[in-house]
């Protein structure tokens, strides 16, 4: 497969920094960002099952691209939309959060509890919050990065867990054997661990991959050779900028765009996660 030519459907911020959805209208003059092409919009069809606009620079010459994300709209990044939509994009269902739960109407979020789910960063949190942020403020669970789990055994003795002040932990990679099978071993034989700590976690080498290849337009995950910086890997097998923490900061939330509701995760993440908020919530 073609990965430099790769964009996966719906890119896009998270939720707290969502780009405006435009509409194009002919004449409207717009830049792609990634070939810095210039021109005015002068139609908008359908190609092999995608949106594409046509751009006109001002020596007539024109280009097509993907609708969606990549444009600039007077200076202003922009997700560039079909003129007419023949429906919505994708979402969680009427009276639903997008983790599949039952949307309470008029619910104020909770004062935080004592509880909590750690997870192992940034990445893993925004993507926790976005799926079941919902459903975890009516709980009043607070989701917090730890940045690793080396030194995991201290940091749960540092938060004292017991009844009504329990932990769940989320972690990556945890399979047989590994170093993070260890870890979680030597934690839950910490005093206090037994009862009031849960620990879970995904097979996948980053929670990039928890989201279903489908979901962006591909059929699988590229494999990256053994000693390379796994991220950095994926973000240069689709050709994107990939040289900087910022450009992995960039490429991460193109990818949580993508995520719209539980259905586009993978089943083996989506049943830890359940499986914490169950061992916070219910007595």
């Known amino acids: 497969m073609d990965y430099q030519n790769w964009g ?5 911020a998270p939720a707290r920094t969502e780009l405006p959805e435009v509409p194009a209208e002919r004449g409207m003059v717009l830049e792609e960002v990634q070939s810095g092409w210039v021109g005015a919009v002068t139609r908008v069809e359908k190609s092999g099952g ?26 202003q990044p922009i997700r560039l939309m079909p003129p007419a939509p023949a429906r ?84 990556d990679h945890l399979v047989p054997d590994s170093k ?10 910490s005093p206090g661990a037994a009862g009031n700590v849960l620990i879970v976690g995904h097979p996948y080498v980053d929670v990039w991959q928890a989201i279903r290849p489908a979901v962006l337009g591909i059929q699988q995950w590229p494999a990256i050779p053994r000693g ?16 900087t923490k910022e450009d992995i900061g960039l490429g991460w939330q193109k990818l949580l765009g993508a995520v719209r509701t539980y259905a586009d995760l993978e089943p083996s993440l989506l049943g830890r996660v359940e499986e914490v908020i169950d061992f916070l919530t219910v007595p």
């Open 50 to 75: 995608m949106h594409v606009v046509a751009l006109e620079d001002r020596r007539g010459k024109s280009r097509s691209f993907r609708l969606g994300f990549g444009f600039l709209l007077e200076g």
């Open 88 to 171: 919505a994009p994708a979402g969680p269902a009427a009276g639903r959060t997008a983790s599949g739960s039952v949307r309470v109407a008029g619910q104020r979020a909770q004062v935080a509890k004592a509880s909590r789910i750690w997870v192992e960063g940034k990445h893993d949190a925004e993507l926790v919050e976005k799926v079941w942020g919902d459903d975890l403020r009516v709980e009043g669970i607070v989701v917090e990065p730890l940045h690793g789990i080396d030194d995991l055994t201290a940091a749960v003795a540092d938060f004292r867990p017991g009844p009504g002040r329990r932990l769940g932990v989320l972690v």
């Open 180 to 189: 993070e099978s260890r870890i979680a071993d030597a934690v839950m034989a």
């Open 8 to 12: 996966p459907r719906g890119i896009s």
């Open 228 to 243: 390379q910086d796994w991220k950095t890997g994926i973000l240069k097998a689709f050709g994107w900028p990939h040289a």
